[in-house]
C-alpha cells in the first residue's frame, strides 16, 4: 500500500459511515506501516473532555449455547434482535433524568460495537447506527473491549469514560446504564460495574467481597469454589471504566486458566492495585444475559409483559396480557382494546379506539383510528380510519383499504387500493386492483389476477356493483356504476354505467343519455 492509498484508506475508515470493510484495511494498513498501533502520526492534538463517554458494545460471541448459525446477538426478544435492545437502552441514556444532578451536560459517542462471528451479518443488520471494531479471534470479554481500542482513540473529542456492554442483555434500560454513568463520575470511580442479586446465579459471574463490603474480584462460575458459588450477587455485565486505565490493564492482562482475556478479571486487578471500585445495584429481571434458548424465553416473557404494562399504562386495555404477544416496536393510540389471542409484530402502528382480536395477527401493518379487525390476519397493509375487517379475513402485503372499508367474512386483499366505504362481505379476493368508493363487491367474486405468467391489473371504477360470484379476468376495468351480472365471467371493459351479465359477460343495457348514475342507484347485496 503506497503512502497515497494509506492516507485514503485512513480517511475512510474514520468516516463516519466507516464498516468493517475498511476497518479491517485500516487495521492492517496500521500494523504495516505503523506497527506502533496507535496511529499517533495522524491524531491531532485534542482537547481532555471530561464529559464525554464511549459506549462498547460486545457482540462478537458466536453463541454456542445458543446451537445456532445465527449470531447470538441477531436472536430476537419481543421483536427485535438482542443487540437492538442494547443500542436502544444506550439511546434512551441521554433521555433519562439520572444526570440531572451532576449539572453538567454528559454527551455519548455513537455505539462502537465489537464483531466477529458472522461480522458482516451483524452489520449489514444495524448500518451506520454504529461504529463497528473488528474482534478477529474470540478470545474473551478482555480481549474484545481491547478490539475497540483503536476505535476510541479516533474519536473526537477522545471520551474520558468507556461504558462496556454486552450485546446479548436485552432487558437493560437506558436508565440503569445512565446510573452506572452517573455513579462512576460522582465516586471517581476507576471501575463501576452494575450487581443485581438473584437466589438462583446460574452461570452468572459472581461478586466476590471483602468483610468490609469492598469488592474484590469476579469470579465465573467455571472457576468459582463452592463458597464463592453460594454468592448471590452476580455481575450484570455493565461497566464504566476510566479510559487511560482500561487500555493500560488491558494490554497487561494475562490469559486465564480457561486460555481467554475476561474482562471481569480487571476487577480483582484494580482492587489489587488499590483503585477505586463502585457498584450501581440494579434488578436481576433487568440484566438477564442470554446464553441459551432457555433464557432467550425468559426474556421473551420478561419483555413482553414490560411492552404490555407500558400500553397499559398509556391508555390500551389488553384484556388478557397472557395471550397478547405484542413486539416493541409497536405504537397503539389510547381507548384501543386488544382482545385476548392476538399478535401485534414488526413495525406496526395502531390508532386510537380500535378494536383488535380476539385471534389476530398484525404485521408491518398501519391502522388509523376506530378501525375494527375480529379473528383476521394483516400483512403489511395499510387501513384508513372506521374500517373493519373480519371475521375470518386476510389483507395481504400492499392492502390498503380506504376510511370505512368493510370486508367481511373470509375475504383476501392482496397489492390493491379499496377506495372509501366499499365494502367486500363475503368470501371474495381483490388482488392487484384499484378499486373506487361506495363499490359493492358481491359474495364470492374475484379477480382473476394471474394468466398462469404475469399478474394482471383490474380497474374498478367508483359506485360500480359487481354481482355474486363474477370472475374479474384481468386485465380489466369495469367502468363508474357499471353493473355486472351474478355469476358472470367479465373478460372485458364495461362501459361507464353499463349492465353486463353471462359467461363472457355481454352488455344487457348501456347507461341511457338522460340518467344520471348515483351511488344510490347501484343494488347492494
Ligand atoms: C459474562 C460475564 C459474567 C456476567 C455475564 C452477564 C465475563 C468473562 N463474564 O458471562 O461475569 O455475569 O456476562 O451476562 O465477561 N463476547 C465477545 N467476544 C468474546 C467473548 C464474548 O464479543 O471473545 C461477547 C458476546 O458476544 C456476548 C458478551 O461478550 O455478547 C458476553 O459474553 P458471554 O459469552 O455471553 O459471557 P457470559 O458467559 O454470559
Ligand atoms: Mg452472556
Not at 468507556?162 to 446504564?177: A, K, R
Request: aromatic letters at 6%.
Amino acid at each position: 500500500m503506497d503512502g497515497e492509498d494509506f492516507v485514503d484508506c485512513i480517511r475512510a475508515a474514520l468516516s463516519p459511515n466507516a464498516g468493517l470493510k475498511y476497518q479491517r484495511l485500516h487495521k492492517s494498513a496500521c500494523l504495516t506501516r505503523y506497527p506502533s498501533r496507535d496511529l499517533k502520526h495522524h491524531k491531532k492534538v485534542c482537547k481532555f473532555v471530561m464529559d464525554t463517554y464511549a459506549p462498547i458494545v460486545l457482540a462478537a460471541g458466536k453463541g454456542t449455547r445458543m446451537r445456532s448459525t445465527l449470531p447470538k446477538v441477531l436472536h430476537q426478544v419481543a421483536g427485535l434482535p438482542l443487540l437492538a435492545h442494547v443500542l436502544n437502552a444506550i439511546d434512551a441514556i441521554s433521555s433519562t433524568s439520572a444526570f440531572a444532578p451532576l449539572q453538567t451536560t454528559i454527551s455519548g459517542h455513537r455505539p462502537i460495537v465489537v464483531l466477529g462471528h458472522e461480522a458482516d451479518q451483524v452489520e449489514a443488520s444495524f448500518g451506520e447506527r454504529c461504529l463497528y471494531a473488528l474482534q478477529e479471534e474470540q478470545s474473551g470479554t478482555g480481549h474484545a473491549v481491547l478490539a475497540a481500542e483503536y476505535v476510541v482513540n479516533e474519536l473526537k473529542p477522545v471520551p474520558q469514560t468507556i461504558l462496556v456492554c454486552y450485546g446479548d442483555t436485552p432487558l437493560i434500560s437506558g436508565e440503569i446504564l445512565a446510573r452506572v454513568l452517573v455513579e462512576h463520575f460522582t465516586s471517581h470511580a476507576t471501575l463501576t460495574f452494575l450487581t443485581a442479586i438473584s437466589e438462583q446465579p446460574s452461570d452468572f459471574g459472581r461478586v466476590v467481597r471483602d468483610t468490609d463490603g469492598r469488592v474484590r474480584e469476579i469470579v465465573e462460575v467455571k472457576r468459582a469454589n463452592e463458597k464463592q458459588k453460594r454468592i448471590t450477587e452476580v455481575n450484570s455485565g455493565v461497566y464504566c471504566f476510566d479510559r487511560s486505565w482500561l487500555w493500560s490493564a488491558l494490554h497487561a492482562l494475562p490469559r486465564n486458566a480457561s486460555g481467554e482475556y475476561y474482562l471481569t478479571d480487571l476487577v480483582a486487578i484494580a482492587s489489587s492495585q488499590g483503585y477505586k471500585i463502585a457498584t450501581v445495584s440494579g434488578t436481576f429481571d433487568e440484566t438477564i444475559g442470554i446464553n441459551d434458548r432457555m433464557q432467550l424465553a425468559a426474556a421473551e416473557r420478561l419483555l413482553r409483559m414490560r411492552v404490555l404494562e407500558q400500553f397499559m399504562y398509556a391508555g390500551v386495555t389488553i384484556l388478557d396480557p397472557a395471550s397478547t404477544y405484542i413486539d416493541a416496536d409497536v405504537e397503539i393510540g389510547p381507548d384501543t382494546v386488544i382482545l385476548p389471542g392476538t399478535m401485534i409484530t414488526g413495525k406496526t402502528r395502531i390508532g386510537s379506539a380500535c378494536r383488535i382480536g380476539p385471534g389476530t395477527t398484525i404485521d408491518k401493518s398501519t391502522l388509523g383510528n376506530g378501525c375494527i379487525v375480529l379473528n383476521s390476519v394483516l400483512e403489511e397493509s395499510i387501513l384508513e380510519d372506521g374500517v373493519r375487517i373480519g371475521p375470518f379475513s386476510h389483507c395481504r402485503p400492499g392492502a390498503h383499504l380506504a376510511r370505512n372499508v368493510r370486508m367481511g367474512n373470509f375475504g383476501e386483499v392482496k397489492n390493491s387500493y379499496i377506495g372509501a366505504e366499499t365494502d367486500i362481505h363475503h368470501f371474495s379476493y381483490i388482488g392487484d386492483a384499484t378499486v373506487g368508493e361506495h363499490v359493492n363487491i358481491g359474495a364470492g367474486s374475484i379477480t382473476c389476477n394471474y394468466d398462469g405468467v404475469r399478474k394482471n391489473h383490474t380497474t374498478i371504477g367508483d359506485g360500480a356493483s359487481i354481482g355474486s360470484d363474477t370472475m374479474l379476468v384481468a386485465p380489466v376495468t369495469v367502468g363508474e356504476y357499471a353493473i355486472t351480472g351474478a355469476g358472470s365471467v367479465v373478460n372485458r371493459d364495461v362501459p361507464p354505467g353499463a349492465v353486463v351479465v353471462g359467461v363472457p359477460a355481454r352488455v344487457l343495457r348501456m347507461p341511457q343519455p338522460s340518467e344520471s348514475s348515483t351511488t344510490e342507484d347501484v343494488v347492494k347485496e
